[in-house]
């Protein structure tokens, strides 16, 4: 079986072209508030390396068929660069570069020591076995292996893709070192160095910045409600700990359908039904929702846990959440945040919201250069500690600035890696 993948029930709107314009806007919102001249822009906006390459797979019938497979690598003021890396039908080499610049910002906001990258692979993991994916994970490992390692640049699991693909890069990069090389990649099997934590860490911080988020509005997150869009590896985490602390879960959606129950749905019910058909449709007691309407219902909390443009002009009037925290990276338009600033929607935005994993990548790539293992509690807790300052910060920032929230994150994780480049100097 490949691994579930968060998917909208409706196709993203903005193709990599305008995820990418989405995330050179924000950066440029960032600049001007900070006072930077356009060749700040303009080295900020342009990733330092990236590489595409093809991957000719041999499929299980004994045809042949010709992948493209991307590595961007767009900031390294701060550190190594680090990023996740999808298998998805719709991967463009403007989408990676957009996500690859998110994950810079991502790192900065939450002091992790870590530039931004991303990889891609045109694939659908539902179309190949599980050999295919192996096949194809290792050629795509050897061709970007120059550029890669626990020092450079540091993959993670994305969307269809899990901690057996991980497995599959550390151990071809290993090879071809001479030696086990565990911190080339993050997000492993535990049995191979992976931390404890890793898997359910995106949706923990979620869960965090929705609790805090919740409350600076004034609602009580017990008998809260919430919608949340994807049912992969961070919505379906999400909803157990909002359910887990007593939110009603009302609707979920995958990409074969949504569901809704008024009365809450019994999420640890819902995950065994899933577990068993591999889709939330047809679950028990359950009312059928139809296209994007899952975006739309009268809820306390929506979560987009899909893709990038799922909240778009089109439909964000529309939107009656009173507060959104996005589990996906890039799930709202610029114009949509615009809509709902008007609205008196609060949106915390993804660079803050679903950093968890990232911030607990971080903490397997600490663990594995030290050969040293942390248990759960440590690690959940030092991610709480995290989430909690990072959102302090930016709510702060927010006020400070009159800004909203993703354009106080934006600006303070900018304002880092700046100052972080000034400080360096220009090589020569």
Same mark, same amino acid.
């Given at each position: 079986?490949?691994?579930?993948?968060?998917?909208?029930?409706?196709?993203?709107?903005?193709?990599?072209?305008?995820?990418?314009?989405?995330?050179?806007?924000?950066?440029?919102?960032?600049?001007?508030?900070?006072?930077?001249?356009?060749?700040?822009?303009?080295?900020?906006?342009?990733?330092?390396?990236?590489?595409?390459?093809?991957?000719?797979?041999?499929?299980?019938?004994?045809?042949?068929?010709?992948?493209?497979?991307?590595?961007?690598?767009?900031?390294? +003021? $701060? /550190?190594? %660069?680090?990023?996740?890396?999808?298998?998805?039908? &719709?991967?463009?080499?403007?989408?990676?570069? =957009?996500? #690859?610049?998110?994950?810079?910002?991502?790192?900065?906001?939450?002091?992790?020591?870590?530039?931004?990258?991303?990889?891609?692979?045109?694939?659908?993991?539902?179309?190949?076995?599980?050999?295919?994916?192996?096949?194809?994970?290792?050629?795509?490992?050897?061709?970007?292996?120059?550029?890669?390692?626990?020092?450079?640049?540091?993959?993670?699991?994305?969307?269809?893709?899990?901690?057996?693909?991980?497995?599959?890069?550390?151990?071809?990069?290993?090879?071809?070192?001479?030696?086990?090389?565990?911190?080339?990649?993050?997000?492993?099997?535990?049995?191979?160095?992976?931390?404890?934590?890793?898997?359910?860490?995106? +949706? $923990? /911080?979620? %869960?965090?910045?929705?609790?805090?988020?919740?409350? &600076?509005?004034?609602?009580?997150?017990?008998? =809260?409600? #919430?919608?949340?869009?994807?049912?992969?590896?961070?919505?379906?985490?999400?909803?157990?700990?909002?359910?887990?602390?007593?939110?009603?879960?009302?609707?979920?959606?995958?990409?074969?359908?949504?569901?809704?129950?008024?009365?809450?749905?019994?999420?640890?019910?819902?995950?065994?039904?899933?577990?068993?058909?591999?889709?939330?449709?047809?679950?028990?007691?359950?009312?059928?929702?139809?296209?994007?309407?899952?975006?739309?219902?009268?809820?306390?909390?929506?979560?987009?846990?899909?893709?990038?443009?799922?909240?778009?002009?089109?439909?964000?009037?529309?939107?009656?959440?009173?507060?959104?925290?996005?589990?996906?990276?890039?799930?709202?338009?610029?114009?949509?945040?615009?809509?709902?600033?008007?609205?008196?929607?609060?949106?915390?935005?993804?660079?803050?919201?679903?950093?968890?994993?990232?911030?607990?990548?971080?903490?397997?790539?600490?663990?594995?250069?030290?050969?040293?293992?942390?248990?759960?509690?440590?690690?959940?807790?030092?991610?709480?500690?995290?989430?909690?300052?990072?959102?302090?910060?930016?709510?702060?920032?927010?006020?400070?600035?009159?800004?909203?929230?993703?354009?106080?994150?934006?600006?303070?994780?900018?304002?880092?890696?700046?100052?972080?480049?000034?400080?360096?100097?220009?090589?020569?």
């Amino acid at each position: 079986m490949t691994a579930v993948v968060d998917s909208p029930t409706t196709p993203a709107i903005a193709p990599g072209a305008s995820v990418l314009a989405d995330a050179r806007s924000q950066l440029k919102t960032a600049t001007d508030v900070l006072g930077f001249d356009d060749s700040m822009f303009a080295m900020l906006a342009t990733p330092r390396r990236e590489v595409t390459v093809s991957i000719p797979l041999r499929r299980d019938n004994g045809t042949y068929e010709v992948l493209t497979g991307h590595r961007v690598q767009h900031n390294f +003021s $701060r /550190g190594p %660069a680090k990023g996740g890396l999808r298998y998805s039908p &719709d991967v463009t080499l403007d989408e990676v570069r =957009a996500l #690859a610049m998110w994950m810079t910002w991502k790192c900065a906001l939450l002091d992790v020591p870590y530039g931004g990258a991303k990889g891609g692979v045109r694939i659908d993991p539902r179309e190949h076995s599980q050999a295919e994916l192996e096949r194809v994970t290792r050629r795509y490992t050897s061709e970007i292996s120059p550029l890669i390692g626990p020092e450079r640049d540091i993959p993670a699991p994305d969307i269809g893709t899990d901690e057996r693909t991980m497995a599959w890069m550390m151990d071809t990069y290993s090879v071809q070192q001479g030696h086990t090389v565990l911190g080339v990649t993050t997000g492993k099997p535990i049995a191979l160095g992976g931390s404890l934590g890793r898997a359910t860490a995106t +949706s $923990r /911080g979620v %869960a965090h910045v929705a609790f805090a988020a919740l409350t &600076d509005r004034g609602i009580t997150v017990a008998g =809260a409600t #919430a919608a949340v869009q994807g049912f992969g590896k961070v919505g379906r985490y999400a909803a157990r700990f909002l359910a887990e602390a007593g939110m009603k879960v009302v609707a979920v959606s995958d990409q074969y359908g949504a569901i809704a129950d008024e009365r809450g749905l019994d999420v640890p019910a819902l995950e065994e039904h899933v577990d068993a058909t591999g889709s939330v449709v047809g679950f028990a007691g359950s009312d059928v929702l139809e296209g994007s309407a899952l975006l739309e219902l009268d809820v306390d909390l929506l979560v987009p846990a899909a893709v990038e443009g799922v909240l778009h002009a089109g439909n964000a009037e529309r939107v009656k959440a009173k507060v959104i925290v996005e589990g996906a990276n890039g799930p709202t338009t610029p114009e949509a945040d615009d809509i709902f600033r008007r609205n008196d929607i609060l949106v915390a935005p993804d660079i803050l919201a679903n950093a968890g994993g990232v911030v607990v990548s971080y903490f397997e790539w600490v663990q594995s250069s030290q050969a040293f293992w942390w248990s759960a509690d440590e690690v959940e807790s030092r991610l709480a500690q995290r989430m909690d300052i990072a959102w302090r910060d930016v709510n702060a920032a927010a006020r400070k600035r009159g800004l909203a929230l993703r354009d106080a994150a934006t600006v303070l994780a900018v304002e880092r890696v700046a100052q972080a480049h000034l400080m360096r100097g220009l090589y020569p």
